[in-house]
């Protein structure tokens, strides 16, 4: 049984940072990619970025390809989401989702293949 919780979160101004964390429990994380989502009411869950088991592979969406870093402590059973050069548009809650071993991972960026969820953490970047 996996316990995720994410933190991190909270009000930064534009052009500002910030730092998620996602740590996970219940099973050693070390075999197991993970990603980073977001959503704003109202509108689709959308896949932020993608570490692999071993921090040998990140991808990200292009909105914020050079501002945000995924990478991740297995010793501390840890996922990280450096965010600067943050914009308004990011504004939104985050959450973080241990990807099955099936994950296909040229699509990570499909929530629908996740099934092990954090219950997310609000970031609201606003002068």
């Known amino acids: 049984q996996w316990r995720i919780v994410e933190s991190g979160g909270g009000l930064a101004q534009p052009g500002g940072s910030l730092r998620l964390s996602c740590a996970v429990s219940?099973?050693?994380?070390?075999?197991?990619?993970v990603a980073w989502f977001r959503q704003v009411p109202g509108k689709q869950r959308e896949g932020v970025s993608y570490?692999?088991?071993?921090?040998?592979?990140?991808r990200y969406r292009d909105a914020v390809k050079g501002r945000f870093t995924i990478s991740r402590d297995n010793e501390k059973n840890t996922v990280y989401l450096q965010m600067d050069s943050l914009m308004t548009l990011d504004t939104a809650t985050y959450f973080c989702?241990?990807?099955?071993?099936?994950?296909?991972?040229?699509?990570?960026?499909?929530?629908?293949?996740?099934?092990?969820w954090g219950r997310g953490t609000q970031v609201t970047v606003s002068s």
């Open positions: 989702a241990v990807a099955p071993l099936s994950l296909y991972v040229r699509t990570w960026f499909d929530g629908n293949q996740y099934d092990n």
């Open positions: 219940g099973r050693p994380l070390d075999r197991f990619a």
């Open positions: 570490i692999n088991k071993d921090g040998s592979d990140t």
